[in-house]
Protein backbone atom coordinates (compact mmCIF):
# COMPACT_ATOMS: atom_id res chain seq x y z
CA UNK A 1 0.00 0.00 0.00
CA UNK A 2 3.02 2.04 0.29
CA UNK A 3 3.99 1.93 -2.86
CA UNK A 4 0.33 3.26 -3.89
CA UNK A 5 1.33 6.17 -1.88
CA UNK A 6 4.41 7.17 -3.20
CA UNK A 7 3.51 6.56 -6.92
CA UNK A 8 -0.08 8.23 -6.93
CA UNK A 9 1.36 11.96 -7.07
CA UNK A 10 3.42 11.01 -9.99
CA UNK A 11 1.09 9.25 -11.78
CA UNK A 12 -1.58 11.86 -11.77
CA UNK A 13 1.32 14.21 -12.99
CA UNK A 14 1.71 12.60 -15.95
CA UNK A 15 -1.59 11.60 -16.67
CA UNK A 16 -2.32 15.81 -16.66
CA UNK A 17 0.57 16.73 -18.52
CA UNK A 18 -0.34 14.04 -21.26
CA UNK A 19 -4.03 14.96 -21.73
CA UNK A 20 -2.26 19.22 -21.79
CA UNK A 21 0.19 18.01 -24.50
CA UNK A 22 -2.63 15.62 -26.63
CA UNK A 23 -4.59 18.92 -25.85
CA UNK A 24 -2.07 21.31 -27.67
CA UNK A 25 -1.27 18.67 -30.70
CA UNK A 26 -5.05 18.63 -31.15
CA UNK A 27 -5.11 22.41 -31.27
CA UNK A 28 -2.64 22.51 -33.81
CA UNK A 29 -3.74 20.11 -35.93
CA UNK A 30 -7.30 21.89 -36.29
CA UNK A 31 -5.91 24.84 -36.38
CA UNK A 32 -3.77 24.41 -39.44
CA UNK A 33 -6.54 22.56 -41.03
CA UNK A 34 -9.03 25.57 -40.60
CA UNK A 35 -5.63 27.62 -42.04
CA UNK A 36 -5.41 25.50 -45.07
CA UNK A 37 -9.35 25.55 -46.14
CA UNK A 38 -9.09 29.44 -45.77
CA UNK A 39 -5.93 29.41 -48.26
CA UNK A 40 -7.96 26.84 -50.16
CA UNK A 41 -10.98 29.27 -50.24
CA UNK A 42 -9.20 32.11 -51.01
CA UNK A 43 -7.68 30.85 -53.63
CA UNK A 44 -10.83 29.37 -55.21
CA UNK A 45 -9.87 25.77 -54.60
CA UNK A 46 -11.37 24.67 -52.24
CA UNK A 47 -11.19 20.76 -52.12
CA UNK A 48 -10.19 20.70 -55.65
CA UNK A 49 -7.37 19.73 -58.08
CA UNK A 50 -5.16 22.34 -59.44
CA UNK A 51 -6.19 22.49 -63.41
CA UNK A 52 -2.78 21.73 -65.96
CA UNK A 53 -0.42 24.71 -66.42
CA UNK A 54 -1.34 27.68 -68.69
CA UNK A 55 0.60 27.56 -71.86
CA UNK A 56 2.25 30.30 -72.91
CA UNK A 57 1.56 32.66 -75.87
CA UNK A 58 3.20 32.12 -78.96
CA UNK A 59 2.63 31.61 -82.42
CA UNK A 60 0.26 28.44 -81.52
CA UNK A 61 -1.08 29.90 -79.15
CA UNK A 62 -2.18 33.62 -79.07
CA UNK A 63 -3.42 33.77 -75.17
CA UNK A 64 -6.07 36.30 -73.74
CA UNK A 65 -6.10 38.28 -77.29
CA UNK A 66 -7.13 35.23 -78.89
CA UNK A 67 -11.05 37.27 -79.88
CA UNK A 68 -10.18 40.27 -80.24
Keep these: ?7 A ?3 VVALIFW ?3 RS ?6 NERR ?3 EADARAA ?3 GSTPGPPARPAGPDNPGDDAGR
Design 24 to 29: LFRVDR
Design 34 to 36: AEA
Design 44 to 46: GTH
Design 1 to 7: MEYVEVL
Design 19 to 21: FVV
Design 9 to 11: PTV
